[in-house]
């Protein structure tokens, strides 16, 4: 989840659990606390550009995390709040926010190391965007009426708000998915691997990928607030296959063993960026929801396979995709 509504279910959930005449310093310290574990994003190195892409979002994001995280993030405020608080009054409100950073984002498509260290799999329920306007305003409003009224029961109430709002982006997600499934039935195919993704700020419009027969189609999907659903038929792209594209390389080089470790990021949805033959993207995401352009991949050096690879984003939209999004959305 983007950083801001990290320290907004941190600081509700820790309203959540206040006494009436702390609700200031627990929401402070519910706010603080999850935002400490997104400095794993911080682990990274100039010669070595995935390895941010490795421990984002994971042991700081850990169930058995969370008790240290919340320890570490309390000694931090300790020497701010400590005349005013007492510490383990600090490790409580503490402990309550840490504890939704790494649910929250695995609610997220991104995935995440949520059962770390006893299973390394990225845990990515995909209910819900990265950013989502609705849940974030919502948060706020639980946490102004606690703060001003001194009444922790609001930030209950937005708690059971944020609950039934990822359950409804659940919900969305199977609906979604069913839809994808159909059309792949419409059309013939046999589903391999299918995602259905939220697209940014709603739980409306969703990016569905299937594999089949060496293919990804890409199709943006339109799940209302009832049953009516509209298929916004994409691109299709061939997926990626190391020894197929590109024989030339061994498992000896840095480049193939980049590739190995993006495509494990990526959870295998792998393919050549269509505007960019040295590019590898994960078509996964990407800024319109039925495009096969890559929202980031990497540029391999095939000239230099000792070198490592380069990570890049690419997050422009143009104004007539924007349009199309836009209109994907509200029709």
Known sequence: MDIV??????????????????????????????????ADALIRSSEDPLLFLEYHRHFSHALVFIPIGALIASLLLWPFLRKRLAFKRIYLYALLGYATA?????????????????????IAWSIISIFDPIFSLALIVAIVIAVIKHRPIAARVGMMFAAAYLSFGAI????????????????????????VKPTMGNLLLWRSVYETDGLYYVD?????????????????????????DLPQLTNSVTIYRDIERFDYFSDGFLAWHPQRPD?????????????????????????????????NTYRTMSDTERKAFISMLTN
């Open 5 to 38: 509504t990290q320290g907004l279910i941190g600081a509700t959930a820790a309203l959540a659990g206040a006494s009436p005449k702390e609700v200031r310093l627990a929401a402070l310290v519910g706010f603080c606390a999850p935002l400490l574990a997104d």
């Open 102 to 122: 790494g649910i929250l984002d695995a609610c997220t498509s991104y995935g995440t190391h949520l059962l770390w260290p006893f299973n390394n799999d990225r």
């Open 172 to 195: 969305q997600h199977d609906r979604a998915e069913s839809v994808a499934e159909l059309k792949a039935q419409q059309r013939g195919h046999i589903i391999e691997r299918l995602i």
């Open 220 to 244: 943006a999907v339109r799940v209302g607030l009832f049953d009516n659903s509209t298929v916004f038929a994409g691109d299709v792209v061939q997926a990626f296959d190391l020894k197929r």
């Open 279 to 311: 590019v590898l993207g994960d078509i996964r995401y990407a800024m319109l929801p039925n495009s096969i352009k890559p929202l980031w991949g990497i540029e391999l050096p095939l000239d230099a396979p000792d070198e490592h690879v380069t990570f």
